[in-house]
C-alpha cells in the first residue's frame, strides 16, 4: 500500500533526511515548501515526490537524482531540481527498464556541456507543464524509448550542444512545446518523431528519422535553420522555416501548406509539395527531384536564382506561382525543368539554361539565355 509521507519543519511532519532513510516502494512523498539537500545525490526507485507549494519554485531540491536500474517508476511534481554539479540533474541507466514522469517541474543545471537528463535503457519519460533550463534532454545510443513532452519547455541555446538529443529507438511526441535551442536525431536513430504545434530554433534529423509535424516553426533564419539527411521521411503540414532548408542524401517525403524563406534540395532527395511558398531561393543539385503543386516560388534581391536546378536535378511544377523579382531562372547542366505556370508579377522570365530542349514552361513567356 502507497504511504503518504510529509516532510518538512513544522508540526506533525518528518524530517527530510529521516523520510530519506525510511523510504519504501510506492510512497508519495509530500514536500513542504523550503530547500531540500540531496548531498552526494539521491537514488530513487518506485517513489513519487511532491513539492505543496503554490508553483514549483516554493519546493527546491538541491543535487542530482538517479532512478534505479530496477525501478518501475519515479514521479515528481510541482517542485524544482537544481543540480549545481557536473553530474545530471536526473539520470536513467543502460540497464533500465522504467517510466519517468515529470509534472509542473523545473530542472535547471549549471553545467553546460552535461545533459540535465541523461536517458537509457528501456524508458518512457512523460513531461507535462516542466521547464528545463541551461541543460539538454538527451537520450542517448542505448536507449529504447518513448517520449511525450506536453504544453513544457527545454531551454537551452547553445551553439556547441542540442537541446533535445535523440539517439536510440523510440518514439518522441511533442506538443504544444518549445525547444529553445537545437533538436536532433543522429546517424544510429531509429525513431518516429511528432510535432505538433511546437516551436523550435533549429532542427537537424538524421539516420532513420520518420517525422510528421504540423502547425510548428522553426526559427532561425539561418541558411541551415532545418536541415535532414541520409534516410530522413519528412511529413510536414502547415508549418514555417523562417530560414532555409536543407535536405540531403536519400531524404524523401512531402511538404503540405508549409512556408520557408529558401531551400537547398542535393544528392537523391525527392519531395512532393502542395500550396507551398518559399521566399527567396530554391535550389535543386545533383538528382535531386521537386514536383510541386499549386506552389509559390518567389525571388529576393540576396539571390540572383529565384530557382536553380542543376546537375541532373529535376523540377515539375503544377499551377505553379512565380514571383522572380527580378532574379532569374537557371536549368543547367542535364537538370530538366517542367512546369506549368499559373501566375506571375512578370510577363516574361529570363532563363539561364544548357539545353532549351531541357526546359518546357507553360503559361508564360520566357526567354533562354546562356
Known amino acids: 500500500m502507497p504511504r503518504y509521507v510529509k516532510v518538512g519543519a513544522g508540526g506533525g511532519e518528518i524530517d527530510w533526511k529521516d523520510a530519506l532513510k525510511n523510504l519504501r516502494a510506492d510512497d508519495i512523498l509530500l514536500l513542504e515548501p523550503g530547500f531540500y539537500e540531496l548531498g552526494q545525490g539521491l537514488d530513487l526507485c518506485d517513489v513519487t515526490i511532491k513539492g505543496m507549494g503554490s508553483s514549483p519554485d516554493d519546493t527546491k531540491?538541491?543535487?542530482?537524482?538517479?532512478?534505479?536500474?530496477?525501478?518501475?517508476?519515479?514521479?515528481?511534481?510541482?517542485l524544482a531540481l537544481e543540480s549545481n554539479t557536473d553530474h545530471n540533474a536526473l539520470f536513467i541507466p543502460p540497464d533500465a527498464d522504467t517510466y519517468l514522469t515529470l509534472r509542473g517541474v523545473i530542472v535547471k543545471t549549471s553545467n553546460s556541456d552535461t545533459a540535465a537528463l541523461a536517458l537509457n535503457g528501456?524508458?518512457?519519460?512523460?513531461?507535462?507543464?516542466?521547464?528545463?533550463?541551461?541543460?539538454?534532454?538527451?537520450?542517448?545510443?542505448?536507449?529504447?524509448?518513448?517520449?511525450?513532452?506536453?504544453?513544457?519547455?527545454?531551454?537551452?541555446?547553445?551553439?556547441?550542444?542540442?537541446?533535445?538529443?535523440?539517439?536510440?529507438?523510440?518514439?518522441?511526441?511533442?506538443?504544444?512545446?518549445?525547444?529553445?535551442?537545437?533538436?536532433?536525431?543522429?546517424?544510429?536513430?531509429?525513431?518516429?518523431?511528432?510535432?505538433?504545434?511546437?516551436?523550435?530554433?533549429?532542427?537537424?534529423?538524421?539516420?532513420?528519422?520518420?517525422?510528421?509535424?504540423?502547425?510548428?516553426?522553426?526559427?532561425?533564419?539561418?541558411?541551415?535553420a532545418m536541415g535532414a539527411s541520409e534516410k530522413v521521411w519528412l511529413n510536414i503540414t502547415n508549418s514555417k522555416v523562417l530560414g532555409g532548408m536543407y535536405l540531403d542524401q536519400e531524404v524523401k517525403g512531402m511538404l503540405q501548406n508549409c512556408q520557408a524563406d529558401r531551400l537547398m534540395a542535393v544528392g537523391q532527395t525527392k519531395i512532393t509539395m502542395a500550396n507551398s511558398i518559399f521566399n527567396s531561393h530554391v535550389d535543386i543539385q545533383d538528382e535531386a527531384c521537386i514536383d510541386a503543386n499549386k506552389s509559390i516560388f518567389n525571388g529576393s534581391e540576396e539571390f540572383e536564382f529565384f530557382l536553380a536546378v542543376s546537375g541532373n536535378g529535376n523540377f515539375i511544377g503544377h499551377d505553379i506561382v512565380i514571383n522572380p523579382n527580378s532574379a532569374v531562372l537557371a536549368v543547367k547542366d542535364n537538370a530538366i525543368m517542367r512546369a506549368n505556370i499559373l501566375a506571375s508579377n512578370q510577363v516574361q522570365v529570363d532563363v539561364e539554361c544548357s539545353n532549351r530542349n531541357n526546359v518546357s514552361i507553360l503559361g508564360l513567356r520566357w526567354n533562354a539565355k546562356s
Not at 61 to 73: E, Q
Not at 132 to 140: R, T
Not at 157 to 162: L, R, V, Y
Open 122 to 224: 528501456r524508458c518512457t519519460v512523460e513531461l507535462y507543464s516542466s521547464q528545463v533550463i541551461n541543460g539538454s534532454i538527451s537520450f542517448f545510443e542505448n536507449s529504447d524509448f518513448r517520449l511525450e513532452m506536453n504544453d513544457s519547455i527545454i531551454d537551452y541555446p547553445s551553439k556547441e550542444f542540442c537541446a533535445l538529443a535523440i539517439e536510440g529507438r523510440g518514439t518522441a511526441i511533442l506538443n504544444n512545446s518549445e525547444v529553445r535551442g537545437s533538436l536532433n536525431t543522429f546517424s544510429n536513430s531509429n525513431i518516429e518523431l511528432v510535432v505538433n504545434n511546437t516551436i523550435m530554433t533549429y532542427l537537424y534529423l538524421n539516420g532513420q528519422t520518420w517525422i510528421n509535424m504540423l502547425d510548428s516553426v522553426v526559427t532561425s533564419k539561418d541558411d541551415n
Open 61 to 78: 531540491l538541491t543535487g542530482h537524482i538517479s532512478v534505479s536500474s530496477d525501478s518501475r517508476y519515479v514521479t515528481l511534481e510541482n
